[in-house]
Protein backbone atom coordinates (compact mmCIF):
# COMPACT_ATOMS: atom_id res chain seq x y z
CA UNK A 1 0.00 0.00 0.00
CA UNK A 2 1.61 3.34 -0.92
CA UNK A 3 2.80 5.69 1.78
CA UNK A 4 0.39 8.60 2.69
CA UNK A 5 2.52 12.48 2.74
CA UNK A 6 1.79 15.40 4.91
CA UNK A 7 -1.95 16.23 5.88
CA UNK A 8 -3.42 12.96 4.19
CA UNK A 9 -1.54 11.01 6.92
CA UNK A 10 -1.89 13.72 9.65
CA UNK A 11 -5.92 13.12 9.06
CA UNK A 12 -5.90 9.37 8.99
CA UNK A 13 -3.75 9.27 12.28
CA UNK A 14 -6.11 11.34 13.92
CA UNK A 15 -9.27 9.41 12.53
CA UNK A 16 -7.59 5.97 13.71
CA UNK A 17 -6.94 7.80 17.13
CA UNK A 18 -10.68 9.32 17.32
CA UNK A 19 -11.53 5.68 16.54
CA UNK A 20 -9.23 4.36 19.55
CA UNK A 21 -10.84 6.55 22.01
CA UNK A 22 -14.49 6.07 20.83
CA UNK A 23 -13.97 2.28 21.40
CA UNK A 24 -11.71 2.37 24.77
CA UNK A 25 -14.45 4.95 26.41
CA UNK A 26 -17.54 3.21 25.16
CA UNK A 27 -15.79 -0.26 26.68
CA UNK A 28 -15.36 1.76 29.53
CA UNK A 29 -18.94 2.64 30.08
CA UNK A 30 -19.55 -0.83 29.24
CA UNK A 31 -21.58 0.03 26.25
CA UNK A 32 -22.03 -2.03 22.91
CA UNK A 33 -21.94 -0.24 20.07
CA UNK A 34 -25.88 -1.05 19.46
CA UNK A 35 -26.39 0.31 23.01
CA UNK A 36 -24.33 3.55 22.54
CA UNK A 37 -25.82 3.82 18.62
CA UNK A 38 -29.78 4.05 20.76
CA UNK A 39 -28.35 6.31 23.53
CA UNK A 40 -27.02 8.63 20.90
CA UNK A 41 -28.74 8.88 17.71
CA UNK A 42 -25.90 7.96 15.81
CA UNK A 43 -26.43 4.64 13.36
CA UNK A 44 -24.81 1.35 14.80
CA UNK A 45 -22.96 1.02 11.65
CA UNK A 46 -21.63 5.00 11.56
CA UNK A 47 -20.44 3.96 14.84
CA UNK A 48 -18.14 0.84 13.88
CA UNK A 49 -16.73 2.82 10.85
CA UNK A 50 -15.37 5.68 13.22
CA UNK A 51 -13.98 3.03 15.91
CA UNK A 52 -12.39 1.39 12.86
CA UNK A 53 -10.68 5.10 11.74
CA UNK A 54 -12.57 4.91 8.62
CA UNK A 55 -14.47 8.40 8.63
CA UNK A 56 -14.16 11.60 10.25
CA UNK A 57 -16.51 12.78 12.88
CA UNK A 58 -18.67 15.81 12.11
CA UNK A 59 -18.99 18.16 15.51
CA UNK A 60 -22.93 17.28 15.81
CA UNK A 61 -21.67 13.41 15.90
CA UNK A 62 -19.00 14.09 18.32
CA UNK A 63 -21.73 15.47 20.77
CA UNK A 64 -24.31 13.26 20.23
CA UNK A 65 -21.38 10.03 20.79
CA UNK A 66 -20.41 12.15 23.89
CA UNK A 67 -23.81 12.40 25.35
CA UNK A 68 -24.53 8.78 24.29
CA UNK A 69 -21.58 7.98 26.79
CA UNK A 70 -22.28 10.24 29.20
CA UNK A 71 -18.80 12.36 29.31
CA UNK A 72 -18.03 15.81 28.09
CA UNK A 73 -17.16 15.85 24.72
CA UNK A 74 -13.96 17.31 26.38
CA UNK A 75 -13.42 14.11 27.60
CA UNK A 76 -13.78 12.62 23.66
CA UNK A 77 -11.44 15.02 22.24
CA UNK A 78 -8.51 14.64 24.94
CA UNK A 79 -8.85 10.89 25.26
CA UNK A 80 -8.35 11.45 21.44
CA UNK A 81 -5.10 13.62 21.67
CA UNK A 82 -3.91 11.05 24.56
CA UNK A 83 -4.13 8.10 22.04
CA UNK A 84 -2.46 10.52 18.86
CA UNK A 85 0.55 11.06 21.92
CA UNK A 86 0.63 7.26 22.24
CA UNK A 87 1.08 6.89 18.41
CA UNK A 88 3.44 9.35 18.01
CA UNK A 89 6.25 7.45 20.81
CA UNK A 90 5.42 4.45 19.27
CA UNK A 91 6.31 5.59 15.64
CA UNK A 92 9.70 7.23 17.72
CA UNK A 93 10.23 3.46 19.38
CA UNK A 94 10.30 2.17 16.06
CA UNK A 95 12.53 4.41 14.48
CA UNK A 96 15.36 4.43 17.32
CA UNK A 97 14.56 0.25 17.32
CA UNK A 98 15.48 0.29 13.60
CA UNK A 99 18.54 2.70 13.72
CA UNK A 100 19.77 0.94 16.43
CA UNK A 101 19.98 -2.55 14.13
CA UNK A 102 21.89 -1.00 11.91
Request: glycine fraction near 6%; proline fraction near 3%.
Given at each position: ???????????????????R???????E??????E?????G?????????????????????????????????????????????????????????????
Amino acid sequence: MPQLKGSSAKIVRERKAFGRALRLLRLEVKLTQEELAFASGIHPTHISVLEKGHASPSLHTILALSRGLELSSTTLIRKTNKELEMQKRLKAARSAGKRNKK
